[in-house]
């Protein structure tokens, strides 16, 4: 059984930085697309960062500023977040897709529960 668990949210000001892990168990997932998805409190769920064999992907919004990576060893991933925002406030979520990468939530196969990332002004 796939199983995701995000950890690292938190409280921070703007222009802090945080990281963020998803531990995954269940396979090895190294040779899939693991992302990360954000949903702020009133708007639908959408594509932060992505990592697969053929690269890394990220949205507009955050293009400089994230980083996302993973340790196959451990079946970790892990977004680096720079230089956070206000408007970054959201529940962060850990996705895998047993496809090639795409940037819409319902394309993803398996999610974990989210962790929070609040950035004060």
């Known amino acids: 059984q796939v199983q995701l668990v995000e950890s690292g949210g938190g409280l921070v000001q703007a222009g802090d930085s945080l990281r963020l892990s998803c531990a995954a168990s269940?396979?090895?997932?190294?040779?899939?697309?693991m992302g990360w998805f954000r949903q702020a409190p009133g708007k639908e769920r959408e594509f932060v960062a992505a990592?697969?064999?053929?690269?890394?992907f990220y949205a507009d919004s955050v293009q400089g500023r994230f980083s996302i990576s993973r340790d196959n060893a451990k079946n970790m991933l892990y977004l680096q977040m720079k230089s956070l925002k206000p408007e970054d406030t959201a529940v962060y979520y850990c996705?895998?897709?047993?496809?090639?990468?795409?940037?819409?939530?319902?394309?993803?196969?398996?999610w974990g529960q989210g962790t929070q990332v609040t950035v004060s002004s």
């Open positions: 996705a895998v897709r047993f496809r090639t990468v795409t940037y819409f939530p319902d394309d993803y196969d398996y």
């Open positions: 990592i697969s064999a053929i690269g890394t």
């Open positions: 269940g396979r090895t997932f190294s040779s899939y697309t």
